[in-house]
Structures are given as C-alpha cells and as structure tokens.
C-alpha cells in the first residue's frame, strides 16, 4: 500500500464519500460518480466493479443504494488495498469487499475469489479507453487509460461470465470511441441503451455511457444527452445533483 505521504483524502459527493487514493497516476475524477449514477439496482442485489480503482464506482453505488453488496475486482494490489480501506472509512466494510484479480484473469481464478458464473446481478465498468499512442510514462495512469480495443471485448466477456442471465452492465467511454463499444457489445448483449454525455451546450459529446442486458435482443436505444456546464462553464443544476448529490441518471431511472 502507498504511504501516507503519497496518498491524498478526497471528498466527493458533496463529502457524503471520503476517498484515499495515490497523489500521483490515476486520480478519481467525474467518470466514476457519472458510472456509479447510471446504474438501476436495489437492496439485496449483487454488483461488480471492474477495474475499480481505490473504489470510487463501486463505493458511490453503494452509498446510494442500502443493502447492495459490492465486489470491487483491482490488478493493482496497492489500489485494492486502498479499495478496502475506502469502504471500511465510509461505513460500507460490512457490504463491500475487493477482490485482486486481472479483469480478464480465467473463470477459476474469479470462482477461487468468490465470483463464479452468473452471480452478479449488474456489472460496471470504466475500462482503460485512450488510444495506445503516446502512453503515459506512470505505470498507473498507463493501466487506467491505455488500451486496444480488444480489452473491451475482454472486460465484457468476463463481464457477460458474471452476470445472471437477462442481468446489465454498464460503463462509460469516449463517445469518439461509439464504434468500438457497440461492436463490442454486439457478442452477448442487447437492449442496449445510450446517454452522450456533453461538456457544454452546443459541444460534441465527450463520454457515452452504455447500458446493455445479457442475452437481450431488444433493439438499441438513444436517450437525451445530460450537459454537464453550461455555455459560460458553470455546472449544469443536473449535473451539481448527480456529482454532489444522489441523483441518478435516466439509465437508472427505471
């Protein structure tokens, strides 16, 4: 694990979730609270973050919802150590774990974690989406951000392993990257379910997230995009809501 003097404490959701994570490399950022407010679930459910980081996804899902129980799965042990002490300082030790797995690591190796097949009842995911030219030179970052686009179609495999049948999962991605992810999601998924997400009014999309059910075959739909600032860079009072409060998005409200 990091020590202490490389590591920060940082509040998000208005405060109501305290994170510590590595001052240098992959930092939280809005992404994860976007993901975690785009999932519909309820108590007694089952969630699975992959690639989670220190937890920011997963730990704002639970927060948000009472009674799910989460399994944070983490390549870094370092991060998934953090993962762990995240939820214990907020309360959610009890309904949170973490899991130190390579996201594409085989079945058995998810089965010996306590994650076999068809247990989970949704999967999110914010898997590295940047291009591979000009990595980073942190090896965290690198890991966070950098991948071909056959690590999504590994994400979702492992992802599709998870699930119960006619279960969801959803991520956010670049929504210059809309191609790769429906192309990804055309092996096992359907009903799939799109939200741009834009900067500013008047700008292109930034981010998609995508919402897609197991073994569905329900055509795609497009909801309204959700604006994030507005034109003189201030937040948006729905985007304040989501960032800084509970809540959700229209892909969770169902």
């Not at 959701?13 to 950022?29: K, S």
């Not at 907020?90 to 247990?119: E, H, I, K, S």
């Not at 700008?203 to 055509?219: F, H």
Request: hydrophobic share 50%.
């Amino acid at each position: 694990m990091p020590a202490e003097a490389e590591t920060s404490e940082d509040a998000v959701l208005g405060g109501r979730l305290v994170l510590r994570q590595p001052r240098a490399g992959h930092r939280v950022g809005h992404d994860a609270i976007l993901l975690a407010a785009a999932i519909s679930a309820r108590a007694g459910d089952h969630a699975v973050d992959l690639g989670a980081g220190v937890g920011a996804a997963g730990l704002a899902l639970a927060q948000r919802i009472d009674g799910l129980t989460m399994t944070l799965v983490e390549i870094d042990p370092a991060l998934a150590a953090l993962a762990v002490e995240n939820a214990a300082r907020n309360g959610l030790g009890q309904r949170v774990r973490a899991a130190c797995l390579d996201v594409v690591a085989p079945a058995a190796a998810f089965a010996a974690a306590g994650l076999p097949p068809g247990t989970a009842d949704s999967v999110l995911m914010n898997p590295p989406f940047n291009a591979a030219q000009n990595p980073s030179p942190d090896r965290g970052r690198r890991l966070a951000h950098v991948a071909a686009n056959e690590t999504l179609r590994g994400w979702l495999e492992t992802a599709a392993r998870l699930l119960r049948p006619q279960a969801a999962v959803t991520l956010i991605w670049r929504a210059d990257g809309l191609d790769v992810v429906l192309a990804a999601l055309a092996d096992g998924f359907g009903a799939v379910t799109l939200l741009p997400l834009y900067p500013k009014p008047s700008a292109a999309a930034i981010r998609v997230l995508a919402r897609a059910v197991k073994g569905s075959r329900a055509p795609l739909s497009l909801l309204p995009g959700f604006t994030l600032a507005d034109a003189a860079g201030n937040p948006t009072a729905e985007a304040q809501a989501v960032l800084r409060g509970n809540a959700v998005l229209a892909l969770a409200d169902d």
